[in-house]
């Protein structure tokens, strides 16, 4: 059978994509059952688009914002060994201000994202105790500026914002922002599927799984290759892809998982979500049901994080 993958389309995933189409998971004819390879159908979004779609049921794994998980955990799995996650700064997520942050009052936020936006609102709130009134970003983010003492902004435009900042503007990194006050990973992303999708094609799933740590591995151990197919397809230059290909993680160890489950308390603290989930993995329930398959925990074991998905080329937000 084919399942049906989210893929978020900004800078964050190009590694993940390049990765894609060097193992052969975008070959021509790969929507369909190929023997020992699982037939895969990839379907772009931004973060919420995939929240929605996963929600819905219109994809079977996807890279969803971590909050989404946290506010659908009934429901969801994660994958044990992906995450879209960074030590300290991310780069894509930039909260651009035009007074200091301690002065913040009024923030327009991306409507793109669900965890930075919840992320935010629960540093504002507990780290730096400030009231703060929140609108959606509509327009030209200098217009907004006129209108908010500060923006948030993700993927390819904080990325932006980065580089080629807005005269009288300040950028904070959320990723540092996090850690200085942690000492943690921030784990913007979690790969997730459907429980019910999981229990019925569990095989199939963890196949898929394998396919993307692979890829990934390929990204990351070609990563100069990749940095060159991005040089024509994005305004940033070779030692910014350079650096944001670094800046992020996709593995998912203990301590990117302590990073999660606090992110989640503290969430709950702020009042972002009415409960503290339970991080429940795909393994748990697929590994019963395939035993054999690559990837999977049989009898319901945890399967190890591969060494080979750390460190590969980065994601950015798809939180």
């Given at each position: 059978?084919?399942?049906?993958?989210?893929?978020?389309?900004?800078?964050?995933?190009?590694?993940?994509?390049?990765?894609?189409?060097?193992?052969?998971?975008?070959?021509?004819?790969?929507?369909?059952?190929?023997?020992?390879?699982?037939?895969?159908?990839?379907?772009?979004?931004?973060?919420?688009?995939?929240?929605?779609?996963?929600?819905?049921?219109?994809?079977?794994?996807?890279?969803?914002?971590?909050?989404?998980?946290?506010?659908?955990?009934?429901?969801?799995?994660?994958?044990?060994?992906?995450?879209?996650?960074?030590?300290?700064?991310?780069?894509?997520?930039?909260?651009?201000?035009?007074?200091?942050?301690?002065?913040?009052?009024?923030?327009?936020?991306?409507?793109?994202?669900?965890?930075?936006?919840?992320?935010?609102?629960?540093?504002?709130?507990?780290?730096?105790?400030?009231?703060?009134?929140?609108?959606?970003?509509?327009?030209?983010?200098?217009?907004?500026?006129?209108?908010?003492?500060?923006?948030?902004?993700?993927?390819?435009?904080?990325?932006?914002?980065?580089?080629?900042?807005?005269?009288?503007?300040?950028?904070?990194?959320?990723?540092?922002?996090?850690?200085?006050w942690t000492g943690l990973p921030m784990v913007y992303a979690v790969?997730?599927?459907?429980?019910?999708?999981?229990?019925?094609?569990?095989?199939?799933?963890?196949?898929?799984?394998?396919?993307?740590?692979?890829?990934?591995?390929?990204?990351?151990?070609?990563?100069?290759?990749?940095?060159?197919?991005?040089?024509?397809?994005?305004?940033?230059?070779?030692?910014?892809?350079?650096?944001?290909?670094?800046?992020?993680?996709?593995?998912?160890?203990?301590?990117?998982?302590?990073?999660?489950?606090?992110?989640?308390?503290?969430?709950?603290?702020?009042?972002?979500?009415?409960?503290?989930?339970?991080?429940?993995?795909?393994?748990?329930?697929?590994?019963?049901?395939?035993?054999?398959?690559?990837?999977?925990?049989?009898?319901?074991?945890?399967?190890?994080?591969?060494?080979?998905?750390?460190?590969?080329?980065?994601?950015?937000?798809?939180?």
């Open positions: 059978m084919t399942v049906r993958v989210g893929h978020i389309e900004f800078l964050n995933c190009f590694p993940l994509y390049y990765g894609f189409e060097h193992t052969g998971l975008l070959a021509a004819d790969r929507h369909l059952d190929l023997p020992d390879r699982p037939g895969v159908e990839l379907l772009p979004g931004v973060p919420t688009d995939l929240n929605r779609m996963l929600a819905a049921g219109e994809i079977d794994l996807g890279p969803v914002s971590s909050i989404a998980y946290a506010r659908n955990h009934e429901t969801l799995l994660l994958s044990r060994r992906l995450s879209i996650s960074s030590a300290g700064a991310v780069d894509s997520i930039q909260l651009v201000s035009r007074v200091p942050l301690k002065e913040v009052r009024s923030v327009a936020l991306t409507t793109q994202s669900a965890t930075s936006v919840a992320l935010l609102k629960t540093l504002l709130k507990l780290r730096y105790k400030q009231d703060v009134v929140y609108t959606q970003l509509a327009g030209s983010v200098t217009a907004a500026l006129e209108r908010n003492d500060a923006v948030l902004l993700i993927g390819d435009q904080g990325l932006e914002a980065l580089y080629y900042p807005i005269p009288g503007t300040v950028c904070s990194d959320l990723g540092t922002l996090w850690q200085d790969w997730a599927a459907r429980e019910q999708f999981a229990r019925t094609n569990g095989a199939e799933l963890l196949a898929v799984e394998e396919e993307l740590v692979r890829s990934l591995e390929f990204a990351r151990s070609h990563r100069p290759e990749v940095v060159e197919s991005a040089l024509g397809r994005y305004c940033f230059d070779r030692a910014g892809l350079t650096r944001y290909f670094v800046r992020l993680r996709y593995d998912f160890t203990e301590e990117y998982q302590e990073g999660l489950n606090l992110f989640y308390q503290l969430a709950h603290d702020a009042g972002e979500l009415p409960e503290v989930p339970r991080l429940r993995f795909i393994d748990e329930v697929a590994g019963d049901a395939a035993p054999g398959c690559a990837g999977g925990g049989a009898g319901g074991e945890a399967a190890p994080a591969p060494r080979g998905a750390e460190g590969a080329a980065a994601p950015g937000a798809a939180s």
